[in-house]
């Protein structure tokens, strides 16, 4: 018995040599281990995998266990330590890291089984071993994988979230965690949308998530009204699909869910205040219409036609603004002694703040009826009263003018002009410009005060017509960029002498527009025309 108890019998060998047979369609080896002696049993594939001839195997079985990988020591140690003990386990399982022969480590998966005495002592010890290397390899990059994952799943900011058949949450990442107020994933499985949001909510996304499960059909970028229990209100852009295992069931839905709450009261916010914008547009285009009305009704022409020294003098006029306010105007003034001013002007710029200035010279104008015989009096006194204002507003402003007066009595046409394009006059042999040269023009109004406006003068008798402009109809571009200019205008007055005057105009308009090929003008166009006939 006691021979039989420390050493292998036939028998023993027999099965021994069964048991290798039957592991090697397995690649394990087996080993076995009689507790009272320092040797111990591998098959020859066990020392293929310790790399170690059959005298230089190590014991793994017995302390200080230094074969063992430190970080599997301690486990390898107690598992040994239960198995060996009095009315322990009856089996050893144990994965470790194990040093091979050429210095190296490598996973092994041991298993036994104890052999006991009727004191319960273990006497014997046997079990396999094999090589589980690239298994832990694989396992290791499997969860090293589903590590990155994971972390991507937590860090990514919206909501992510997978539930079963019937809506409970099975998992759910750290945000959508955030997102109700707790702060696992974890804390979230079994949970369902009526844990936290009222039936306004949860029950239409039940719905979603039921039609999904039916048809297999996602829904894709749905905005969804969220309600919570205590009455908060948030807004997600929801899109859920349906959870197939590999094999193609259906498990559940599973969602990304992302928070456009700011996104939407931004959206609220704009729709009041463009309705609150809209309302005081409305407010301020009736204005802007008043204040359009009242201009065009200061540009109609009543003034049309004056009778004096034996001579009639006939007026006529376009008005066309870009906008609904205009910064460019004209007036014909009744003055003593059978005389008429004719004053044109333009404003810089477009809009409300053109026509205000425009509103400024306006009541200037009046304020200078007295000087209104003197051309160069007349605009040195617009220019001091417009400067005032604008240096007490603190703004910089300016309009160009040119002003002149018809005395028939005294044959002559005097004028003055502060910066502004001189009138073109149709004498008898063609046409021609007059107020061109620098000494001939002061600086536009508004710009300084004590400005000086030379005077100059033509004799009735040299011309049959003028034509008082502003620059609208000079700056008109063709498609090249060339600007319409003077030379154009002269020579257009120039061919149509025997046109009446309101023909003349229309020539005007038309050709300007015609040559820009735009069929619309890009700055306000004003003309004032006067004709000289015989009475």
Known sequence: MEEQRHGFCDRDAVKLERLELALKASNEGIWDWWTDRGEIYYSRRILEFLECGKGHAPHLFQPPYEWIHPEERMKFQRAMDQVLGRNGPETLAVDARIRTGSGDWRWLRIRGTAVRDREGRTYRIAGSMIDISRRKQAEA??????????????????????????????????????????????????????????????????????????????????????????????????????????????????????????????????????????????????????????????????????????????????????????????????????????????????????????????????????????????????????????????????????????????????????GHPGPVVEVADGACQIATGRDARGPALGLSRNSQYPAGSIRLAAFKRMILFTDGVLEAENHEGEPFFERRLIDIIAGHSGDTLECLLDDILGSVLAFSEARHFDDDVCLLGIEVLAD
């Open 141 to 418: 990059q499997v969860d090293e994988e589903r590590y990155l994952l994971r972390q991507l799943i937590d860090h990514v900011p919206v909501q992510i979230y997978f539930k079963d058949l019937a809506s409970h949450i099975v998992m759910a990442n750290k945000h959508m965690a955030e997102w109700v107020g707790l702060e696992q994933g974890s804390e979230l499985t079994g949970k369902h949308d009526r844990d936290f949001f009222n039936e306004d909510h949860w029950k239409p996304a039940e719905a979603d998530e039921r039609r999904i499960i039916e048809t297999g059909e996602p829904v894709s970028g749905q905005l969804e009204h969220e309600v919570w229990t205590n009455g908060e209100e948030t807004w997600v852009m929801t899109s859920k699909f349906p959870w197939r295992d590999r094999n193609g069931n259906i498990m559940g839905t599973f969602g990304v869910s992302n928070d456009v709450t700011h996104i939407v009261m931004a959206q609220r916010k704009a729709t009041e205040l463009a309705a609150e914008l809209q309302e005081k547009n409305h407010i301020y285009e009736e204005e802007v219409m008043l204040a359009r009305e009242i201009q065009q009704a200061f540009a109609t022409m009543d003034f049309t036609e004056l009778q004096a020294g034996g001579k009639r003098f006939r007026f006529g006029s376009r008005y066309i603004p870009i906008s609904g306010l205009a910064g460019d105007f004209f007036e014909v003034i009744p003055l003593p002694a059978g005389r008429a001013g004719v004053l044109i002007c333009d404003v810089m710029g477009h809009g409300v703040r053109s026509a205000l200035i425009v509103a400024m010279l306006r009541g200037l104008i009046e304020k200078q009826r007295a000087q209104a015989t003197d051309p160069a009096a007349f605009l040195h006194g617009l220019n001091d009263g417009l400067a005032s204002i604008l240096e007490r507003a603190g703004t910089t402003m300016f309009a160009t003018a040119f002003y002149g007066v018809i005395d028939p009595a005294a044959g002559i046409f005097q004028f003055a002009c502060a």
